[in-house]
């Protein structure tokens, strides 16, 4: 391959690295082009791409963004998954087709500037996403104020019962 095209290789994956907070590093040694078409699109869906790079590109890519602790995970068949905005849905998403296929193999990544191995990467799969871990920040937040709304609602009716029984016993005595 010509030095001109594999400047260019190196260059657009610069950008796409560049514009990436999550970057997960895998080797799909073994596995069928239609799985990985199958990959992109769950991939696509949480506004991913996997990227398939030889392996010399991928080093001088992550060398110019500064991201050398990555090169030692290059080796074999490498793909690169690149996200923005969701690291636990990618993260998932990747874990979950390792588990069908056992070609694929996750070497690691850098998830939000934080150096992952596979365990790592294994772990944040685990979590809940980023929708239900809010719900569940609402909810926890929502709930004292539930409980002040209740008592002091409970407070105002007590005070109203109150309010009419005095009430009553007035109207009786006259």
Known sequence: MPRFEKELMVNELVQK???SKNIVVTNFNKVGMQK??????TLRGHSAEYVVVKNSVAVRAFKTI???ELCSLISGTVGIVTNSNDPIGVSKVVVNFSKVNETFRILG????GELLNFERIRELANLPSKEVLIGKLIGTLNGPVYRLYGLLNNVLRGLLIVLSKIEEQKSKEN
């Open 17 to 19: 690295l560049k514009t």
């Open 109 to 112: 990544g850098n998830i939000e």
């Open 66 to 68: 500064s991201l050398d």
């Open 36 to 41: 990985l078409q199958e990959l992109r699109r």
